[in-house]
């Protein structure tokens, strides 16, 4: 947790401390488990699942690199955002930039600019912001090599995916969040929103996008990816639920099925449909082994849930998007298909106690609750409700 001192030569200096300490203590565990060190080259693994002390390691460097460079800026210039980096990102991502030639080979701003179909001063501009991020070199003038980071956009589709949803969708809309408080005081409605002003709709934003096959499809493979990071893994939920007994899961809003896959691989004895918009589930396949126990089926959950008489109805990283109106609806349309003993297994977020965490640890779960607007999130939890 950030502390405040009297004298703040002392506290850079105590931050620094933890970095070096922190710092070594993760480079040793590294070693200690045959893993690379961090590295911006390709040769960097794109996934890499490290071990509990590592983890604890790497964020309390982070933590205490947050507050010493906002120490170091200063008040006024810590006021100032940063760099947008999602400006070179969006391009990238909009004009396919990463998959214009592959990682280990080297190409040129104007073979770059004749591959994406865009003029090569813009190309040359785009790429340069986008290496002080750290995604892309020039080796040598004129020379574009790949590294780490361009080399997940050009590997990992989900990657992609998730950045456009957030370039397209997201980004626009919370430039017009306080206006859309302005205009809509303490508004539930998920159609008086910064995304109605951005597109001129007064239709909610998962109803536009699930009217475009595309969007649909990004936007069930950013959850996917969301899914994959670690903070989201789908084995926190379940490797530490008890299933006993279960022989029919329903996953509420489940896109392509990631986390059913899992349960479903978890404990063969388990049955799961997946139900989300039919635009997001096109087009997605289940693996040859699971296709007897695991279905895919389109639906609505603002309408009455389908299957009936399922043991456990699981509704993961949903209600957090919605307003308590709104979550109040989903949750109300299970009653009619709920038996005695169904569970209906809520997995999302709530946000911690005010102080409790650092302002490092706080600023996203708090930045996902204010853009959700009823503070629903933060850390994973689990909790479930048994109907008799």
């Known amino acids: 947790m950030a502390q405040t001192s009297t004298n ?113 001063p813009d190309c040359r501009r785009l790429l340069r912001h986008a290496m002080t991020f750290y995604i892309f070199s020039e080796p040598s003038p004129g020379i574009v090599a790949h590294t780490a980071l361009s080399k997940a956009l050009a590997e990992i589709p989900p990657v992609g995916a998730f950045l456009g949803f957030v370039a397209e969708e997201m980004l626009p809309a919370s430039t017009r969040i306080v206006d859309a408080m302005q205009q809509w005081p303490g508004s539930e409605e998920s159609n008086e929103t910064g995304f109605a002003l951005v597109y001129a709709t007064d239709t909610p934003m998962m109803e536009v996008v699930s009217c475009d096959p595309r969007r649909a499809q990004q936007i069930g493979h950013a959850m996917s990816f969301l899914n994959s990071r670690p903070g989201e893994n789908v084995s926190h939920l379940v490797q530490n639920f008890s299933w006993v007994g279960t022989k029919l899961l329903v996953d509420v809003g489940g896109a392509k099925g990631t986390v059913g896959l899992a349960i479903a691989r978890r404990d063969p004895d388990i049955r799961i449909v997946v139900h989300d918009n039919p635009e997001v589930i096109t087009g997605t396949k289940v693996p040859d082994d699971l296709r007897e126990r695991v279905e895919l089926m389109g639906h609505d959950f603002f309408t009455e849930q389908l299957v009936k008489g399922a043991d456990i109805y699981l509704i993961r990283n949903v209600l957090h998007d919605w307003s308590d109106k709104y979550a109040a609806k989903i949750l109300g349309n299970l009653i009619p298909a709920l038996k005695k003993g169904a569970r209906v297994l809520v997995n999302d977020r709530v946000l911690p106690p005010p102080g409790a965490l650092s302002p490092y640890k706080a600023r996203q779960p708090r930045y996902d609750g204010f853009l959700s607007l009823p503070e629903l999130i933060s850390t994973s939890f689990f909790c479930w409700f048994r109907f008799r």
């Open 8 to 120: 703040t030569s002392t506290r850079i200096v105590e931050l620094s401390s933890i970095i070096h300490e922190q710092t070594v203590k993760f480079d040793a565990c590294l070693a200690a488990n045959d893993l690379p060190t961090p590295s911006f080259d390709i040769s960097c693994p794109l996934k890499l699942i490290l071990p509990p002390e590592a983890q604890a390691a790497r964020n309390a460097v982070l933590e205490a690199t947050d507050e010493l460079t906002n120490l170091m800026l200063g008040p006024l210039e810590s006021l100032i955002p940063p760099p947008n980096s999602w400006i070179s990102i969006t391009a990238l991502q909009r004009f396919k930039i990463a998959n214009s030639f592959p990682p280990g080979t080297t190409s040129t701003f104007t073979e770059i600019a004749s591959q994406c179909s865009i003029p090569e």
